[in-house]
């Protein structure tokens, strides 16, 4: 017996207007035995959250019509929520409650609506591919985000959306390291899942949609009863329980136990053991290494967080689709610390990857730090005219001895023998112990080409 899509749009209907909220607020108030307003609003957010998904399911085994037909009314229907629940003639403290859901869960319920629209489609027209890798999918979805990029975004997370209904599993350390709004629509998918296991005729995971339309439906429904209590706790059992879960796999396990772990570091010898995860690994690392908000929170607050142990990695396994984010790392350290060190000793594990960003970086911006940060990795490229160029600009921008001084060495340490007249030139002011650095350096470039 399959489920009328169109009788759970009424009663969706019904639940986001005024005398829908209040009633089914004031039904789960005398459920509790102490009230608590956020659980009561996270409890009807949940509900409603439920009421959607069920109706999107429906109308999907149905018809893609019907899916186009569901989708458009329950846009609709958030859209005008506001409206129809605020009354300026009901009490205060209705319209308190109102003005908090609508701030809070109702705003995560809007959030989330085009990423549920979006799985069903791609499930239902069967876009989606089973053989890709969800962590790299999930990386190319934070980078859309970062990059304002919406509409793909939710055209990649639709994707991802329907592999979960087929059974596709998302690693855990997501909650832990995934973009803001990202982490939203993945609480939401796990709410889904809950929801779908709970409500449901059907076993889940789900085959194609195509033998799932023809697959006969029994009148009684089967309910997993521990997916129906977690529809009563805010974020499901996926993300509330994440350090309870066991690792699945070598890959979780290194990340629970190194990124995410109490210390956050890698134990002697562990390196190896992770080289053999190399492929696996990348994606999580990047993605790591591309959260602004997390990368930027432990460089300001100098923490040893996941960010310092990416960042390390990255150079000893020699990620070269790590170099971008690595350099964009090394502008935003504005103060000497460990980020900046291990980005430093990265790069220059990478530098002939890595070298014309760096140049072009050199060209374009200077300071005190990054000027010194750029000069020490740039020693250690092979021989080319730009890097000459970029370590001759450098040297020409600093106006004070003490900068100058701590770059003397990377003009040694690249060894072209251009770098003379340069030396030659600065020798001629300073104070004597300046001029002694000078002459040591000029003597070891004509060692070196004689």
Not at 154 to 179: N, Q, S, Y
Not at 180 to 202: E, F, H, S
Not at 382 to 410: D, H, M, Y
Request: glycine fraction near 6%; charge should be negative.
């Amino acid at each position: 017996m399959k489920v009328d899509y169109r009788e759970l749009l009424q009663e969706l209907w019904h639940l986001v207007g005024y005398n829908g909220f209040v009633s089914t607020c004031l039904e789960l108030k005398e459920g509790m035995l102490f009230y608590e307003r956020d659980l009561l609003l996270a409890a009807y957010a949940s509900g409603l959250e439920t009421m959607i998904v069920s109706a999107l399911y429906w109308a999907c085994l149905d018809s893609l019509q019907a899916l186009e037909e569901t989708a458009s009314c329950t846009e609709q229907m958030l859209r005008d929520m506001p409206q129809r629940m605020l009354r300026r003639d009901s009490p205060i403290d209705v319209q308190d409650l109102v003005e908090s859901f609508l701030s809070t869960n109702g705003w995560v319920l809007t959030e989330r609506l085009p990423v549920y629209i979006g799985t069903f489609f791609h499930y239902g027209r069967g876009d989606y591919d089973l053989e890709e890798n969800p962590d790299h999918t999930l990386r190319q979805i934070q980078l859309a985000l970062n990059q304002g990029k919406d509409d793909r975004a939710h055209d990649l997370f639709g994707g991802l959306g329907a592999t979960v209904l087929r059974g596709e599993r998302i690693r855990p350390c997501w909650c832990k390291m995934a973009h803001p709004r990202l982490l939203i629509w993945l609480k939401g998918l796990d709410n889904m899942v809950n929801a779908l296991k709970a409500t449901t005729q059907l076993s889940f995971p789900f085959e194609a949609i195509e033998k799932e339309r023809q697959r006969g439906h029994s009148s009684s429904i089967v309910i997993d009863l521990e997916a129906f209590r977690n529809l009563r706790r805010p974020g499901g059992f996926m993300f509330i329980g994440e350090d309870n879960l066991v690792p699945q796999d070598e890959v979780d396990r290194i990340m629970d136990d190194y990124f995410f772990g109490e210390k956050c570091r890698l134990p002697w010898g562990a390196v190896k053991g992770i080289r053999k995860h190399k492929g696996q690994l990348t994606p999580l690392i990047l993605a790591i290494l591309e959260n602004e908000c997390l990368r930027r929170r432990e460089i300001r607050d100098e923490s040893a967080g996941p960010v310092l142990l990416a960042i390390n990695l990255s150079g000893r396994l020699r990620l070269r689709a790590a170099v971008d984010p690595l350099i964009t790392i090394l502008e935003e350290c504005t103060m000497p610390g460990a980020h900046l060190v291990q980005t430093i000793f990265a790069l220059e594990r990478m530098v002939d990857a890595a070298q014309e960003r760096l140049v072009d970086l050199a060209m374009e911006r200077s300071s005190f730090l990054l000027n010194l940060a750029l000069a020490d990795i740039l020693e250690h490229a092979s021989p080319c005219e730009r890097v000459f160029q970029a370590l001759a600009t450098i040297w020409n921008r600093a106006n004070r001895l003490q900068e100058k001084s701590f770059l003397i060495g990377s003009l040694v340490n690249y060894g072209d023998p251009r770098a003379l007249s340069l030396l030659e030139e600065a020798r001629k002011g300073g104070d004597l112990g300046f001029r002694r650095e000078i002459n040591q350096a000029i003597a070891k470039l004509r060692a070196i080409d004689p």
